[in-house]
């Protein structure tokens, strides 16, 4: 059983605010990643990180910016929250040591809501 | 071309009917290949990996991979209502680096 964390599991926020999105993992995974997802819509990859102090971006351009300093955790900041942010934020971890095997194993998300 | 390609559909299946899933991909060298289910606002949760070439069972779920014809496929047996929901296909690919997922099927399972 995966277990990865996120909080806030949602969040309601102003304009201009700066938010930062938790993820922890206890599984000791090097892999995580950062997800954004709209309703009925598909997975868009915006940060992924192989290990600490290691973080890529990801395919979907993304105004937000993440660091790795603990094995643990990947946190994700926006640094002025804006309506166009609004959306599900879904953080992952996977298993390198699967020689190419692992799957994704997914938090239950944050909802964020920009007003 | 979309690296892994789903329809999106929705699937609409009558209860107790088989219901058929389809994806492809292409990497010819992808290596791993899952199926994930998300319920409208959760998260994705795997249902079912497979590695070789045919079939792989699991209760209800039968994942069947083509490695030539570049395609993977899900079955769901006695579909019930509970399994309305939107199936997601991932692939890794032939460097093993990369998971990219389908921008998912959705099925309905109609009582």
């Known amino acids: 059983e995966a277990d990865i964390y996120q909080t806030p599991r949602y969040l309601v926020i102003g304009t201009g605010k700066k938010i930062t999105l938790e993820c922890s993992q206890t599984?000791?995974?090097?892999?995580m990643y950062w997800y954004q997802q709209d309703p009925g819509m598909e997975l868009h990859l915006i940060h992924y990180?192989?290990?600490?102090?290691?973080?890529e971006k990801g395919d979907l351009s993304s105004e937000s910016t993440v660091s790795r300093i603990r094995t643990e955790h990947f946190p994700l900041t926006l640094e002025s929250a804006r309506p166009s942010h609004t959306s599900q934020y879904l953080c992952?971890?996977?298993?390198?040591?699967?020689?190419?095997?692992?799957?994704?194993?997914f938090g239950n998300g944050t909802r964020l809501t920009v007003t | 071309q979309k690296e892994v390609e789903q329809n999106s559909g929705p699937l609409s299946v009558p209860e107790g009917a088989i219901a058929s899933l389809n994806c492809t991909y292409s990497?010819?060298?992808?290596?791993?290949f899952f199926w994930y289910r998300q319920y409208s606002g959760k998260s994705p949760e795997l249902i079912m990996f497979?590695?070789?070439?045919g079939d792989k069972e699991d209760g209800r779920f039968t994942a069947q991979l083509n490695k030539a014809s570049q395609y993977v496929s899900l079955l769901i047996r006695d579909s019930q209502p509970s399994d309305s929901a939107t199936y997601l296909c991932?692939?890794?690919?032939?460097?093993?680096?990369?998971?990219?997922f389908g921008s998912g099927t959705r099925l309905s399972i109609r009582p």
């Open positions: 990180s192989y290990g600490v102090n290691s973080t």
């Open positions: 990497d010819r060298g992808s290596q791993s």
């Open positions: 992952a971890s996977s298993d390198p040591s699967g020689t190419g095997r692992s799957p994704l194993h």
């Open positions: 497979i590695y070789s070439n």
């Open positions: 599984m000791g995974h090097d892999k």
């Open positions: 991932a692939v890794i690919d032939s460097s093993a680096s990369k998971i990219i």
